[in-house]
């Protein structure tokens, strides 16, 4: 008898660091990134030990809503 067992990889979800997150912001401050996360537009970051990252879909949500001063 023959089992075909369906078996996915999970979708892991690419997770951005601050660094990552200021360039893609046009180049803006690490000051700037957390006055986004307290005023409730940026969503806080997940802890990796002592790492800090972004979820991928946080960042296009608020990279989406995100109008750099010219």
Known sequence: MDITINSQE???EK?????ELMALGGG???TFIYDQIKSGNL??????GRST????SDVK???ASFQPKA
């Open 28 to 30: 803006v401050s690490r």
């Open 53 to 56: 990252r972004w979820k991928e």
């Open 61 to 63: 949500t608020w990279l």
């Open 15 to 19: 997770r951005y660091t601050c660094k």
């Open 43 to 48: 969503p806080k970051p997940e802890k990796w």
């Open 10 to 12: 999970p979708i892991i």
